[in-house]
T-cell receptor, first 112, second 114 residues
Framework: GESVGLHLPTLSVQEGDNSIINCAYS??????FIWYKQESGKGPQFIID?????DKRQGQRVTVLLNKTVKHLSLQIAATQPGDSAVYFC???????????FGPGTRLSVLP | DGGITQSPKYLFRKEGQNVTLSCEQN?????MYWYRQDPGQGLRLIYY???????QKGDIAEGYSVSREKKESFPLTVTSAQKNPTAFYLC?????????????FGQGTRLTVV
């Protein structure tokens, strides 16, 4: 299940199950969105991106969904594996944007 | 092998000292960024630069300074005015602001005040 810890919200899933990580973005003018994965002590790594003219994009085992009406982004990970355990961040920017704005992050914990 | 390199990986600073964190990229990116990350928290923007010899303050610029004399380099100085500098510092770059391409991150520098 999903819970809000002292800092990062945590999502715990069983190995092999699907994971869904959610993100609410702030700027209705944002038109480009990215999901990053950050392992402990490392820099964030790009997972998948989506532009605002799309509502779904699929990669290898990952799918990003964009709902512009409610300013919501989600990352779905199929058949979650132990190596998926990490913190996941969404980021938003725009054609007129000067920089990337990151969400607070969600810690994904994969249970054996 | 293109990428973004931060050094050192670990840095210890005595109170009252200034320290400089290095960030170099060979991706030919125009835009570079510095973020601070505290344990269990997200990324907060310190400074960013869209082009050589120009940079702007982010959300938490107080106590930090930067320079952008070369396209490939964006060093961050943590000054003695930064009262709580212990954190994980991340540098990133992107092709150009507003290009709608992802930011690439370095592996971070962990700064500890001793």
């Amino acid at each position: 299940g999903e819970s809000v810890g002292l800092h990062l919200p945590t999502l715990s899933v069983q190995e092999g199950d699907n994971s869904i990580i959610n993100c609410a973005y702030s700027n209705s003018a944002s038109d480009y969105f990215i999901w990053y994965k950050q392992e402990s002590g490392k820099g964030p790594q790009f997972i998948i991106d989506i532009r605002s003219n799309m509502d779904k994009r699929q990669g290898q085992r990952v799918t990003v969904l964009l709902n512009k009406t409610v300013k919501h982004l989600s990352l779905q990970i199929a058949a979650t594996q132990p190596g998926d355990s990490a913190v996941y961040f969404c980021a938003e920017t725009s054609n007129y944007g000067q920089n990337f704005v990151f969400g607070p992050g969600t810690r994904l914990s994969v249970l054996p | 092998d293109g990428g973004i390199t931060q050094s050192p990986k670990y840095l210890f600073r005595k109170e009252g000292q200034n320290v400089t964190l290095s960030c170099e990229q060979n991706l030919n990116h125009d835009a570079m960024y510095w973020y601070r990350q505290d344990p269990g928290q997200g990324l907060r923007l310190i400074y960013y630069s869209q082009i050589v010899n120009d940079f702007q303050k982010g959300d938490i610029a107080e106590g930090y300074s930067v320079s952008r004399e070369k396209k490939e380099s964006f060093p961050l100085t943590v000054t003695s005015a930064q009262k709580n500098p212990t954190a994980f510092y991340l540098c990133a770059s992107s092709i150009s602001p507003g290009a709608n391409t992802e930011a690439f991150f370095g592996q971070g520098t962990r700064l500890t005040v001793v």
